[in-house]
Nanobody, 122 residues
Framework: QVQVVESGGGLVQPGGSLRLSCSAS????????MSWYRQAPGKDQAPGKE??????????????TYSDSVKGRFTISRDNVKKMVYLQMNSLKPEDTAVYCC?????????WGQGTQVTVSS
């Protein structure tokens, strides 16, 4: 049974940092890319709709991609031994406020975590 579980969200002031973590289980973790998405307040809640792809990392960790809105501020990484993926977020802005979700696509099926709230506010 595939599961992904996020942690590490919270309230932070503009310019601050947070590190999100995602724990994965139920599949051969190192074989699959992992992604972080976010859904800002007020957006449509339907699964997969209005979610922004924030960052993605390949299975071996050698290739990463980022949305233009976070490039240079966020860093995605993974530990294939611990089956964890991380999102280091620096220089946070109020517009980064969202629910951040971990996503794995395993053998054609997509699996979402429950999400973790990040609020950037003074």
């Amino acid at each position: 049974q595939v599961q992904v579980v996020e942690s590490g969200g919270g309230l932070v002031q503009p310019g601050g940092s947070l590190r999100l973590s995602c724990s994965a289980s139920g599949f051969t973790f190192s074989s699959y890319a992992m992604s972080w998405y976010r859904q800002a307040p007020g957006k449509d809640q339907a699964p997969g709709k209005e979610r922004e792809l924030v960052a993605r990392i390949t299975g071996a960790g050698g290739r990463t991609t980022y949305s233009d809105s976070v490039k240079g501020r966020f860093t995605i990484s993974r530990d294939n031994v611990k089956k964890m993926v991380y999102l280091q977020m620096n220089s946070l802005k109020p517009e980064d406020t969202a629910v951040y979700c971990c996503y794995a696509q395993v053998v054609g099926y997509g699996y979402w975590g429950q999400g973790t709230q990040v609020t950037v506010s003074s």
